[in-house]
């Protein structure tokens, strides 16, 4: 069966400071990837996807990135993070383009 | 522009009640409209899914009603219960190519109480 991991599961960060935060899935080939972030009332939002190793597509310009080394990993980065970039960051993960994604537990990040 | 919108934004019902959240879309594109159940601290799980073709699916409690001509779709779980509290998210997408993505509602959060 299909598992994937994120983490950590927390990260507490200072404003100015480097991210990176690392998503990988098992028991798949050339899943297409995801990452959302979430936040309070506002729903999921759509950051990157990627549909094979070294494609990414961004839904939003913002002070993050998104990369993908190896067919299973996905990692978003950002060289200086900011206030703004707290949230729950959600990676996902489906077979064919939308059809349906699965979610991991995500990371909570905190900019302080 | 939202393309998904959710109501109600928070629900609360009684153990053994039903439960109803409702959505409508915009893009007459759409063609799969699942819905998400997320416990605090964990990912959205995949509960159930309808694509247009079929004006309900049923599974266990969970039913998804679907009115194409209205653009509206909406979960029901019926008897409620205390362990179905979570915060429920519908969204939709057009699988006929493209670039439309997953979109989601904003989200409501349910509370069953004992």
């Known amino acids: 069966s299909q598992t994937i991991h994120q983490w950590p599961a927390t990260l507490v960060q200072p404003v100015g400071s480097p991210l990176s935060l690392e998503c990988t899935v098992e028991g798949t080939s050339n899943p297409n990837l995801y990452w959302y972030r979430q936040a309070a009332g506002r729903g999921l939002q759509l950051l990157f996807y990627?549909?094979?190793?070294?494609?990414i597509s961004s839904e939003v310009p913002q002070n993050l990135s998104a990369s993908r080394p190896q067919d299973r990993q996905f990692i978003l980065s950002s060289k200086k993070l900011l206030l703004s970039d707290s949230g729950f960051y959600l990676c996902?993960?489906?077979?064919?383009?939308?059809?349906?994604?699965?979610f991991g537990d995500g990371t909570r990040l905190s900019i302080l | 522009q939202q393309q998904v919108k959710q109501s109600p934004q928070s629900l609360i019902v009684q153990k053994g009640g039903i439960s109803i959240i409702n959505c409508a879309y915009e893009?007459?594109?759409?063609?799969?409209f699942p819905w998400y159940q997320q416990f605090p601290g964990k990912g959205p799980a995949l509960l159930i899914a309808?694509?247009?073709?079929?004006s309900e699916k049923k599974e266990g409690r969970f039913t998804i009603s679907f009115n194409k001509s209205a653009k509206q779709f909406s979960l029901h779980i019926m008897d409620s219960q205390p362990g179905d509290s979570a915060t429920y998210f519908c969204?939709?997408?057009?699988?006929?190519?493209?670039?439309?993505?997953?979109?989601f509602g904003k989200g409501t959060k349910l509370t069953v109480n004992p």
């Open positions: 893009n007459t594109a759409f063609d799969y």
């Open positions: 969204a939709a997408s057009s699988t006929q190519g493209g670039s439309e993505k997953l979109v």
């Open positions: 309808i694509r247009p073709d079929v």
């Open positions: 996902a993960w489906s077979d064919e383009l939308n059809q349906p994604q699965h």
């Open positions: 990627s549909v094979g190793i070294g494609q």
